[in-house]
């Protein structure tokens, strides 16, 4: 059956006139007729009885009726949902995050809109070497980790199995130093690590191995290496040490907008490499929602994450390489 055919079909039983039906279908009285008679001819049954006043419908024509009304308003309901799978606002997203990604990276990439309602978000805290894994797998749609300080001389490592996959850069953040609010040097504008006292706590390679490079690195350039040094596999356990006052830890900046009691997060004086957190997806994967996702992602400023009590004064930085040598 012809789905135009069905449609002023439908027309017609509702207004219960040929003529009536023609005008909200605009169209002229002949064609519509001449449909009509064609359907009926195809069913072989008779749809409508005609008379003076207009057209009733046998038996044939009220089931028709009713079956063309569900039939029409679930054609429209999948051809909505269609576009809304084709366009990602409609489907799902897996996300596999490294677990010494902050929580709050994932707001910075996207917002309710590039989700939407219709989105079904399954997100998952793993090592990198899972993240990894489990976009290799399909069990995720994309995957966010830190990646390693760059070597120089060597090409990027991003991790072993990462072959293979589309990597991104999403944000870049400095390292901070996390100390228990009564430290000494916890009122400090920005501290040396050289300088701090106290036991390290090391987020361990099982957490993030990308962090923990950068975290040891850090470390080495303080040559602190003959301090207690405490390791943790993630990173609420090495805060809830900080809090008891067990030792200092570093953390990717973007944890200074994490509320923890018991803690301050101070910026470093010494140069640190900057911390990437990359996404990374099958280039072979063509779901809807994770282009959305990558499209908000990939064009998002990246954010100032020291905030304005740690920006540096830009008079005074002006002024003073205006100053004569």
């Known amino acids: 059956m012809d789905l135009r055919a069905l449609e002023c079909f439908l027309a017609v039983a509702d ?3 040929i003529s009536r039906a023609a005008t909200s ?3 002229t009285q002949p064609p519509l007729t001449v449909r009509l008679q064609n359907l009926e001819r195809e069913l072989g049954v008779a749809l409508l009885v005609r008379h003076g006043r207009g057209v009733d419908l046998t038996a044939a024509g009220r089931l028709l009726a009713e079956r063309t009304r569900r039939l029409l308003g679930e054609l429209a309901l999948t051809t909505d949902m269609v576009r809304a799978v084709g366009s990602g606002t409609h489907g ?3 996300v596999a995050a490294g677990r010494t990604v902050s929580p709050q990276l994932l707001p910075r990439l996207v917002d309710g809109a590039t989700l939407g309602p219709d989105v079904d978000l399954v997100m998952d805290e793993v ?3 899972e993240v990894v894994e489990r976009v290799h797998r399909r069990d995720a749609h994309v995957g966010l980790l830190h990646l390693p300080p760059v070597e120089p001389g060597r090409p990027r490592h991003v991790h072993g199995r990462a072959r293979g996959l589309e990597v991104a850069v999403v944000a870049r953040e400095p ?3 996390v100390l228990p609010e009564g430290h000494p040097a916890a009122g400090s504008e920005r501290v ?5 006292q106290g036991p390290r706590i090391m987020i361990s390679d099982r957490a993030g191995e990308g962090f923990a490079a950068h975290a040891r690195a850090a470390w080495a350039d303080a040559t602190r290496g003959d301090d207690a040094r405490r390791e943790v596999s993630s990173v609420m356990h090495a805060l809830a040490l900080v809090e008891a006052g067990a030792g200092i830890t570093l953390l990717p900046a973007q944890y200074l907008a994490s509320s923890w009691p018991g803690v301050r997060t101070r910026p470093l004086r010494r140069y640190t490499a ?3 957190t990359a996404a990374l997806w099958r280039a072979d994967e063509d779901t809807p929602v994770l282009k959305r996702f990558l499209r908000a992602a ?3 400023p990246e954010p100032d994450v020291l905030g304005p009590p740690y920006w540096r004064d830009r008079r005074a930085t002006e002024a003073g390489s205006a100053a004569p040598a």
Not at 192 to 196: E, I, N, Q, R
């Open 127 to 129: 090592a990198d070497s």
């Open 175 to 177: 390292l901070v130093a």
């Open 298 to 300: 990939l064009s998002t």
């Open 92 to 94: 799902s997203l897996g």
């Open 192 to 196: 040396d690590l050289a300088d701090l």
């Open 25 to 27: 279908l605009h169209m």
């Open 274 to 276: 900057v911390v990437e």
């Open 15 to 17: 207004e219960g006139s």
